[in-house]
């Protein structure tokens, strides 16, 4: 049974490890150590096959362990893989493998490269044992046949029998060995000093395509013309150590290899040179992968912060820009630029919705939209960000249907497009063109078989670039799959307009040869007339009271203002800028309130830890919550809190009377 050490000053690691490996690695007994020095006494008792050895560890740490078990001679020849938790730099790895490390991995680990690393290090481990076991036994067949030789030269017959034994398990270990290198997967060759290949595994074939064995090296595995620059030195040396080489880019294929170079010594001296290319390259790529997806989370966390910051500004601009559109006078200057500064104070609410949208990473509420409004939005804000060398021109039309759709969503699918026509047209400028029309479409025109026929609106986005070639084209849609160089692609682009268009039963065509161009044709459902509701009222009457309420907000301006709005509905308010404030309040006269409302992110005390508080005291107290973006609380959280309102800033002045008095007549129900 396979025997494994790991060793690691945190219990919790060692049990997530253990079953790990209990799973990947079948039939295998897991030992544990939670220091250094417990592990090496557990690696003296009991010989583990392999040992995982955490690097970051109080007393003795890892690099330490690893030197004191490379030294010792019970437990040398146990190989030892390295674990960091920390990012690792190209110096801790070569400190590592100095302290005798066998292998080094950073934490969090891929469960497959470690599972593939733990099994190539044990097979490694046993080729070893195996070659010293027959180093020992070579060792001890000659010293016995120079005895023999010493003692008498009469029994040459016996001599000449054992010699063909000794020739016999010689060639039985040439077929295990070679068994042994024909089983890896990566692919390996071993040449001479004038580089030509003496032994290609069955793994090294398939790359080069042929048995290459006679031919130079660096020709038939790189398509080189001369020595590969990495193993100049190798047979100049005198010392023909061991190397290793990470991240060599094939100039045959272009994938990244960690390349293994080890001298193959007779006894005369001379030496040929074994190499192992081990294919690094869907590593490198899923490395890659995770370091975009924590730059997208990043970026989503600062988004929200933001529209947080930028909700508590906009709010007072919208709140004391109604209630002065009431007190002007009516069809006056003032009160039309009044309406003016109202809607685009709601314009920018809805742009603010958009980067909460994607800070919390998922869709809004789908709703009717007349797309043209969307693209001619955004076709304004690509025109102060596009060069004078690119001439956009536009043919939006008004009469087009209601799409089910997201804003957002819609949004950004004209800007990947008029971006990535952009970058097409970068050099030498060109004319981007947008279209917008109704279409209709008919079985012979559909491609996928989930698209239903019937009326469509066609986005057309079309440039006079470069064009695509077809092999690009079959992969434009993968994600992460960019031509463009780094910094100016991450390659989700059109991965993400293709996610938005089939998520709404849409369909993406694509037209485009090399020197000709690309046009992107996008098909997006009209929904039915009867589906589109009915505008509000404009000048709906607000519902009025003359409850007593208990405003909290730690910020002045905004508490100052919603007081205020709150009185013209008719209602008692008593404020208080601080949540503890509010408390002591509330629990000096708990019956003078009947409604408590409250924001969310405040100082000492979040929203809803008092909203907890006060129903604590008073269990019938109904209690809003009102929040500018808040992870923490969320409609479900709040009815599960038992708190009866939410509502998200900034809001209108109907909106907050319609949730007042909706809240306060529920509780009088109950």
Same mark, same amino acid.
């Given at each position: ?25 079948? !039939? ?11 592990g ?21 740490? !890892? ?17 030892v ?21 066998d ?24 080729a ?17 046949? &120079?005895?023999?030789?010493q ?14 034994? &000794? ?28 580089? *030509?290949?003496?032994?290609m ?7 080069t ?116 559109i ?56 690509? *025109?102060?960000?596009l060069?004078? &060398?690119?001439?956009?021109?536009q ?12 804003p ?23 004319t981007?063109k947008?279209?917008?029309?109704? &279409? ?14 019937? *009326? ?56 485009s ?63 208080r ?7 002591e ?23 809803? *830890?008092?909203?907890m ?13 009102c ?6 609380i ?29 809240v ?6 109950l």
């Open positions: 049974m396979t025997k494994l050490l790991a060793i690691d000053d945190k219990h919790d690691n060692l049990t997530v490890l253990s079953a790990l490996l209990k799973n990947l690695i079948l !039939g295998c007994e897991i030992l544990t150590a939670e220091s250094g020095a417990e090496l006494e557990k690696a003296k008792n009991e010989l583990p096959d392999t040992i995982l050895l955490d690097i970051r560890m109080p007393g003795m740490d !890892g690099y330490e362990t690893c030197k004191r078990l490379k030294k010792n001679e019970v437990t040398k020849h146990i190989p893989i390295m674990l960091s938790a920390i990012k690792t730099e190209p110096v801790d790895l070569v400190k590592g493998l100095d302290s005798g490390a292998a080094y991995l950073a934490k969090p680990i891929d469960e497959h490269v470690l599972a593939a690393q733990v099994k190539t290090v044990l097979r490694i481990k046993e070893e044992g195996y070659l010293r076991d027959q180093k020992k036994l070579l060792e001890y067949m000659v010293q016995e046949r &120079t005895g023999e030789l003692q008498t030269n009469l029994e040459l017959k016996n001599e000449v029998n054992k010699h063909r034994e &000794t020739e016999e398990s010689l060639n039985e270990s040439e077929v295990k060995y070679r068994s042994m290198m024909e089983a890896m997967n990566d692919p390996v060759y071993i040449c001479s000093s004038d580089y *030509r290949i003496k032994y595994n069955p793994a090294m074939i398939k790359r395509g042929r048995n290459a064995v006679g031919e130079n090296c660096f020709k038939a595995v790189h398509d080189l013309t001369e020595q590969c620059p990495w193993c100049l030195d190798f047979f100049k040396t005198s010392s023909h150590e061991h190397t290793e080489h990470d991240n060599i880019v094939s100039p045959k294929d272009k994938r990244s290899f960690h390349v293994t170079q080890a001298p193959l010594f007779y006894k005369n001296g001379s030496f040929l040179k074994m190499t192992i290319l081990r294919d690094t390259t869907d590593w490198k790529r899923m490395e890659e992968k995770l370091r975009q997806a924590q730059k997208m989370e990043s970026i989503g966390t600062l988004a929200g912060g933001i529209a947080h910051d930028f909700n508590n500004i906009l709010f007072p601009i919208i709140g004391y820009t109604e209630m002065t009431d007190i002007v006078s009516k069809d006056s200057v003032a009160q039309k630029n009044l309406y003016e500064i109202l809607k685009a104070s709601m314009r920018a609410k809805e742009l603010i919705q958009q980067i909460l949208t994607f800070s919390r990473q998922h869709d809004q509420e789908l709703k009717p939209l007349m797309t043209q409004l969307v693209v001619k939005e955004a076709l304004k804000l690509l *025109r102060s960000s060069p004078a &060398t690119i001439t956009i021109r043919d939006i039309k008004k009469n087009c249907g209601y799409i089910l759709a997201d957002t969503r819609i949004h950004q699918i004209v800007m990947n497009l008029c971006t990535n026509a952009f970058h097409a047209m970068e050099e030498s400028g060109g981007l947008i279209s917008l029309s109704e &279409t209709e479409l008919s079985l012979d025109d559909l491609t996928d078989p989930g698209i239903m026929p019937g *009326r469509y609106i066609c986005l057309k986005v079309s440039d006079t670039g470069h064009g695509i070639d077809e092999e690009v084209l079959s992969r434009m849609f993968d994600p992460y799959f960019t031509t463009k160089e780094r910094g100016k692609g991450t390659g989700l682009g059109l991965s993400v307009v293709h996610g938005i268009v089939k998520s709404m039963d849409g369909d993406i065509h694509v037209e040869e090399p020197g000709k161009g690309t046009v992107f044709h996008i098909y997006l459902p009209i929904i039915k007339e009867t589906s589109i509701p009915d505008k509000t009222e404009i000048n709906e009457i607000l519902p009025v009271g003359n409850e007593h309420i208990l405003l909290v907000d730690d910020e002045e301006m905004i508490i100052f203002m919603e007081k205020q709005m709150i009185e013209n509905f008719g209602y008692h308010v008593t404020a800028t601080g949540s503890i404030e509010a408390l309040a509330f629990r000096a006269q708990p019956d003078k309130f009947d409604l408590v409302i409250t924001d969310m992110t405040m100082p000492n005390m979040t929203g809803d *830890r008092l909203a508080e006060v129903m604590k005291i008073r269990p019938d107290i109904p209690v809003i919550i929040t500018g973006f808040s992870e923490k969320s409609k479900e959280k709040a009815d599960v809190l038992g708190i009866k309102g939410l509502l998200l800033k900034p809001f209108i002045m109907k909106d907050l009377a319609k949730k007042i008095r909706e306060l007549h529920t509780n009088i129900l």
